[in-house]
T-cell receptor
Framework: TQLLEQSPQFLSIQEGENLTVYCNSS?????LQWYRQEPGEGPVLLVT?????EVKKLKRLTFQFGDARKDSSLHITAAQPGDTGLYLC????????????FGQGTRLTINP | NAGVTQTPKFQVLKTGQSMTLQCAQDMNHEYMSWYRQDPGMGLRLIHYSVGAGITDQGEVPNGYNVSRSTTEDFPLRLLSAAPSQTSVYFCASKLGTGGSYEQYFGPGTRLTVT
């Protein structure tokens, strides 16, 4: 059983469309991070959210942390082929947590 | 800065063989960790270290050993390889403990056990 459930696991859309990826849990997290991974490489951090209800924007990407700090979403506006990759959410159960829990990932393909 | 480096990039082992996956970082990070990545399962923590001389188990530690004699290096040893250990292994480091620190990942080692 995954502590963090990501949905959908696979998503293939056309360039220019919008999309949302979800990261859900029944546990409360002190902070949550989103990473993006390209084939043959390690994950790279996109954003960290730490406050319930927090919204952060990174160009066309919008990240939201749920009010209860149990879930998060990643919304991409006008997706581009360069957005293709594996998106991973990762949460820390406490502020000083020494372990991160990862979701299973969402594999996103943007078709030209 | 080279960041986090891992060697080798690819490795094929026979069942029962042992090997060490190397990991080094040049950012003076306290925290280092090893993950394995399998299809549909995200990243699972194997072992981690919060400083030289200190290591602890993660979610899936069985069959793996680690040591941290220096701040820079954190090797992962497979004692007797099994086909279930076929996976992609990532080493990561971050400045401190705590979930809000950015974790930097190496490029990965793709291991196949036959």
């Amino acid at each position: 059983t995954q502590l963090l459930e990501q949905s959908p696991q696979f998503l293939s859309i056309q360039e220019g469309e919008n999309l949302t990826v979800y990261c859900n849990s029944s546990s409360v997290f002190s902070s949550l991070q989103w990473y993006r991974q390209e084939p043959g490489e390690g994950p790279v951090l996109l954003v960290t959210v730490v406050t319930g209800g927090e919204v952060k924007k990174l160009k066309r990407l919008t990240f939201q942390f749920g009010d209860a700090r149990k879930d998060s979403s990643l919304h991409i506006t006008a997706a581009q082929p360069g957005d293709t990759g594996l998106y991973l959410c990762a949460g820390a159960l406490t502020q000083g947590a020494q372990k991160l829990v990862f979701g299973q990932g969402t594999r996103l393909t943007i078709n030209p | 800065n080279a960041g986090v480096t891992q060697t080798p990039k690819f490795q094929v082992l026979k069942t029962g063989q042992s090997m060490t996956l190397q990991c080094a970082q040049d950012m003076n990070h306290e925290y280092m960790s090893w993950y394995r990545q399998d299809p549909g399962m995200g990243l699972r923590l194997i072992h981690y270290s919060v400083g030289a001389g200190i290591t602890d188990q993660g979610e899936v530690p069985n069959g793996y050993n680690v040591s941290r004699s220096t701040t820079e290096d954190f090797p992962l040893r497979l004692l007797s390889a099994a086909p279930s250990q076929t996976s992609v292994y990532f080493c990561a480091s971050k400045l401190g403990t705590g979930g809000s620190y950015e974790q930097y990942f190496g490029p990965g080692t793709r291991l196949t056990v036959t």
